[in-house]
């Protein structure tokens, strides 16, 4: 079998290139084509949103002068008073939710017995902490002391200290003691 190519002019198989060139063309007007009707697209959604980004900010305007206008009329006395009602009420509520019972069960586990509790005062600050302040009569100073470890131990008695101590009439310690109630401890 001769493999030359005995013609005066080679022919050559140039169907494969043009098949290719073809297929590029094709896929150049179909790009094209999609990335025409993607503009057009994104062109009118980008309308809508600047229509509706400047009724927005038309809006935004309008709220703005409301808010100074309502801002202006109103009363500072007035919003004191109120501010002042809801802080009372608050503090009704904090009280309401305070638990005597939960109180007094942690002092009978951790009180000594040469200790009496003699008056217990809380107070509600204005970050929602229960301070409590404890008047006790002991034998000692130590029993004193011993109850005030014991408190600290049970973790829901933050901050403790003595605020005074003295004795009284019948040669016993009389202590006031000052601390931060937290119920939620665990026991």
């Known amino acids: 079998m001769i493999r030359t190519n005995l013609a005066t002019r080679p022919f050559y198989n140039e169907r494969l290139v043009n098949l290719w060139l073809l297929l590029l063309a094709a896929v150049v007007v179909a790009a094209t084509l999609f990335n025409i009707t993607r503009a057009r697209s994104d062109s009118g959604s980008n309308t809508e949103l600047a229509s ?6 038309t809006r935004t305007n309008e709220l703005r002068r409301t808010a100074t206008g309502l801002r202006a009329s109103l009363d500072a006395k007035q ?4 501010s002042a009602d809801a802080r009372e009420a608050n503090n009704l509520i ?9 109180l007094f069960n942690r002092f009978e586990t951790t009180l000594p017995d040469e200790v009496r509790i003699r008056s217990v005062r809380p107070s509600v600050d204005r970050d929602h902490r229960i301070t409590l302040t404890i008047s006790v009569v002991a034998r000692s100073v130590n029993d004193v002391d011993q109850f005030m470890s014991r408190l600290d ?3 829901a008695f933050k901050e403790l200290y003595s605020t005074e101590e003295r004795p009284n009439e019948d040669n016993q310690i009389e202590s006031v003691l000052t601390m931060v109630y937290v119920p939620e401890a665990q026991k």
């Open 52 to 57: 509706q980004a400047a009724e927005n900010v």
């Open 79 to 82: 919003l004191e008073a109120v």
């Open 94 to 102: 904090d009280r309401r939710t305070f638990s005597w019972t939960a």
């Open 153 to 155: 131990e049970t973790g």
